[in-house]
């Protein structure tokens, strides 16, 4: 089992950046894919980023392409999201999720098993 740990989020004006931070605790950490997904309020949590135990892969949504860059480091447990040139639409809590399957990179919420409590961006206009 692993247990995840979000910081990072903050308010932040349109075209800044921040790096959220996902701290994993638990067993092997490079055994786990990781991603990052978001929730606005009212609607569904969507797939944001994912990447790969050893980090050799990566996936991303389509609207954030070019702007944010998921990485890793296993010696530190940890994963980052990297967002930069931010929008008003990428507003949400973000949690970061894992699951024992290394190379799976689903985008499907329901293909991981361990889950953040969440750090929120606000990003103003």
């Known amino acids: 089992q692993v247990q995840l740990a979000e910081s990072g989020g903050g308010l932040v004006q349109a075209g800044g950046s921040l790096r959220l931070s996902c701290a994993a605790s638990?067993?092997?950490?490079?055994?786990?894919?990781v991603a990052w997904f978001r929730q606005a309020p009212g609607t569904e949590r969507e797939f944001v980023a994912a990447?790969?135990?050893?980090?050799?892969?990566?996936r991303y949504t389509d609207s954030v392409k070019g702007r944010f860059t998921i990485s890793r480091d296993n010696a530190k447990n940890k994963v980052y999201l990297q967002m930069n040139s931010l929008k008003p639409e990428d507003t949400a809590a973000y949690y970061c999720?894992?699951?024992?399957?290394?190379?799976?990179?689903?985008?499907?919420?329901?293909?991981?098993?361990?889950w953040g409590q969440g750090t929120q961006v606000t990003v103003s206009s």
């Open positions: 638990g067993r092997t950490f490079s055994d786990y894919a």
């Open positions: 999720a894992a699951n024992g399957r290394k190379l799976v990179l689903t985008r499907d919420r329901y293909g991981y098993d361990y």
């Open positions: 990447i790969s135990g050893i980090g050799g892969l990566t």
